[in-house]
């Protein structure tokens, strides 16, 4: 069974840095992109960033020079750094594999005051 299980979010100030990781079940993980993705209050579900199979990454201009996404094949785990932290980057963040387009964790709540 396919399965995303997201944590590290919490409750911060602006300009605090939060790490955020995902675990991955039920897939070969090494063998796939991963991406994280962010939805705040009253917003729709948006790309944040992505890692593929050779560890090249790829991320959202918004966050490109905050946030920094990686990868650890041998422990099937996913991780967002977010560095810098601005009160709109307040969101749910989820991660999946993009090639599993129906399968998506529970999420993580992070929230920034300003």
């Known amino acids: 069974q396919v399965q995303f299980v997201e944590s590290g979010g919490g409750f911060v100030q602006a300009g605090e840095s939060l790490r955020l990781s995902c675990v991955a079940s039920?897939?070969?993980?090494?063998?796939?992109?991963m991406a994280w993705y962010r939805q705040g209050p009253g917003k729709q579900r948006d790309w944040v960033a992505t890692?593929?199979?050779?560890?090249?990454?790829y991320s959202h201009q918004a966050v490109k020079d905050r946030f920094t996404i990686s990868r650890d094949n041998a422990k099937n785990t996913v991780y967002l750094q977010m560095n810098s932290l601005k009160p709109e980057d307040t969101a749910v963040y989820y991660c999946?594999?993009?090639?599993?387009?129906?399968?998506w964790g529970q999420g993580t709540q992070v929230t920034v005051s300003a």
């Open positions: 999946k594999a993009p090639r599993f387009a129906d399968y």
């Open positions: 039920g897939i070969h993980f090494s063998s796939y992109a």
């Open positions: 890692i593929d199979e050779n560890g090249r990454s």
